[in-house]
């Protein structure tokens, strides 16, 4: 009785509950066992717990549980989740014969420490794999940003025969939207109509998001109005239809949806206003953006963070309100960045005011001494007020500090493969 409410409450919204009944399962008769583990250790992932779970670890040594599969696969589940790659891989190392579970594991463990190769020879390795090891793969090249390897990957998936479960179509439909390859994106969304993939919200915004991305509005909204309808759009779905309308210059469809929300029962959180924020910046309308910034806090009980501010700051210098966007920086609560000060140097090269521009590229130097987009702005804000021997020794001193100016890239896709052309 003990391990199935442990087990329903570890899986259930708060994890922590099934830790407190543990607790008062070692003040009763009844001794932990083998079966009571696996599950607490699913609740210390879940809480990312990692050094309460190593103490359940001496227990389970102590106990002489350790080499018992089942057991043994849920602490590396829990090292690994909890970012904690050496302690999951020793125990992984423990492993007598080939286990897939302790496998997929481990290709986590190692790509939540950034080393990716080696989760891909893990991978290599299996004489035999699971959609969740191709998905563990998939959303390892997806997390490192090497996105043409997890596209690669899931194509090899498809030759493999696997049917990929929803992690993996979310995965690759990311790398398609940071890849551009509407072609690649428009296909996946094609299988999944095809193979009747059962639609939900990380499916639905994975969808959005492509489309938005790739350059197709349209079709985007179209996911959205259809998912809306029969009820998947969730809040994320509505932030990332309102920040591509933004981007797209669509600031009237973006804010009608922001006032359809309350209609369907949702609230705006800190995303939502980012995307407003960011659709009254694009569209010049910096009085807007200032009441909205300023009801914030007061009628939605959202605290402003330095993404809303720098989306305000951008509002007022693209619409020419220099002095106030700085006064803006100078009173945020926390440090401003690089971007929050990149912004400013943007408008002040956008208006011609080479000497708050001075004053902004000063900042954003300061902030990221690597920074080169803050010596390229400011030098061309100086050029264009006319102070071209400033602005070349804004470029000297760029060369200076050995900054390298961040080579342009841009991608195309022509029959299904994204071509890449660096400048």
Known sequence: MWNTAIRALSDGPGPDAAVALFLDMLRSPTPPERRTFPSLFAAYARLGRADDGAALHGMVLKLGLAGEAYTRNSMIAMYASCGRADEALALFGQCQEFDVVACNSAI????????????????????????????AMVSAYSRAARCQDAVDLFSA????????????LVSVLGCCASLGALEQGAWVHAYIDRRGVAMNALVVTALVDMYCKCGSIHKARQVFDTSRSQGFAVLSSWNTMMLGLAAHGQWQEALALFSELE????????????????????SGMADEAKALFASMASEYGVTPGIEHYGCLVDALARAGRLREAEDVI?????????????????????????????????EAVECDPQDSGAYVVAASVLARDGEVRRGLGVRGKMREEGVAKVPGCSMIEVNGVVHEFVS
Not at 116 to 132: I, K, L, N, Q, S
Not at 332 to 359: E, F, N, T, V
């Open 157 to 168: 998936m498809q030759a493999d025969g696997v049917e990929p479960n929803a992690n993996v």
């Open 108 to 135: 986590v463990a190692l790509a939540r420490a950034g080393l990716v190769d080696e989760a891909r020879a893990v991978f290599d390795g299996m004489p035999a794999r699971t959609v969740a090891t191709w998905s």
């Open 263 to 282: 209609t369907y029962g949702l609230g705006p959180d800190n995303v939502t206003f980012i995307a407003i924020l960011m659709t009254y910046g694009h």
């Open 330 to 362: 100078r009173a945020m609560p926390m440090k401003p960045d690089a971007a929050i000060w990149g912004a400013l140097l943007s408008g002040c090269r956008l208006h011609g005011d080479a000497k708050a521009g001075a004053r902004a590229a000063r």
